[in-house]
């Protein structure tokens, strides 16, 4: 079984940036995938980005890209969400996950969801 466990998020204002982290217990996650997900206040769940478990191919949704990077320590069993020149449209609860299927995650159908972590941004 695996738990991914997250931190970060909060209040923040337009302009600032949050880094947000995910890091899997359990057993080993090697060649899963991981991502985020985000969802606003009465809409579905967004995918935002993944990283292959070698870190070295990434996808990212084109409403965050040249703004957000995804990262991971391995070592940490860690990934990271690094959020830049964030808007008011970027508020929402964010999740983290995990999948043995790139394609699954994806499609919002991972193996493992995080518990989620609210970001708010006022304008």
């Known amino acids: 079984q695996v738990a991914l466990v997250q931190s970060g998020g909060g209040l923040v204002q337009a302009g600032d940036s949050l880094r947000l982290a995910c890091e899997a217990s359990?057993?080993?996650?090697?060649?899963?995938?991981l991502g985020w997900f985000r969802q606003a206040p009465g809409k579905g769940r967004e995918f935002i980005v993944a990283?292959?478990?070698?870190?070295?191919?990434?996808n990212y949704a084109d409403s965050v890209k040249g703004r957000f990077t995804i990262s991971k320590d391995n070592a940490k069993k860690t990934v990271y969400l690094q959020m830049n020149s964030l808007t008011p449209e970027d508020s929402g609860d964010y999740y983290c996950?995990?999948?043995?299927?790139?394609?699954?995650?994806?499609?919002?159908?991972?193996?493992?969801w995080g518990p989620g972590t609210q970001v708010t941004v006022s304008s």
């Open positions: 996950a995990a999948a043995v299927s790139s394609k699954m995650l994806v499609l919002g159908r991972p193996d493992y």
């Open positions: 359990g057993r080993t996650l090697s060649r899963n995938t």
């Open positions: 990283i292959n478990w070698s870190g070295d191919s990434t």
